[in-house]
């Protein structure tokens, strides 16, 4: 079993920033990629990203390609979200993901996190 706990939600304006965390524990979590979704009310739950423990493998999907960054601290069993140049449309609720899988549909997920809610308005 793998536990993941978000962190680092919040309201923020438009072109401000944020960064989430994603604290992993558990049985062998370090042998999953993780990945970062997102939900929008009303809207499918989308890949936003992933990264590998060791780092050495990023990928942000193209919708927030060039805004949104991915990290790991393989010390401190943690993940990051860094989020820059936020934009309203982005407002939805993250969740932290573990997979089997290297590019991982929300359907490939093994384990979830509890979601953070983001929100950007004025």
């Known amino acids: 079993q793998v536990q993941l706990v978000e962190s680092g939600g919040g309201l923020v304006q438009p072109g401000g920033s944020l960064r989430l965390s994603c604290a992993a524990s558990?049985?062998?979590?370090?042998?999953?990629?993780m990945a970062w979704f997102r939900q929008a009310p009303g809207k499918e739950r989308e890949f936003v990203g992933r990264i590998r423990w060791s780092g050495d493998s990023t990928y942000v999907a193209d919708l927030v390609k060039g805004r949104f960054t991915i990290s790991s601290d393989y010390s401190k069993n943690t993940v990051y979200l860094q989020m820059n140049s936020l934009k309203p449309e982005d407002t939805a609720i993250y969740y932290c993901?573990?997979?089997?899988?290297?590019?991982?549909?929300?359907?490939?997920?093994?384990?979830w996190g509890q979601g953070t809610q983001v929100t950007v308005s004025s």
């Open positions: 993901a573990a997979s089997s899988k290297y590019f991982p549909g929300a359907r490939d997920v093994n384990y």
């Open positions: 558990g049985r062998m979590f370090r042998s999953y990629v």
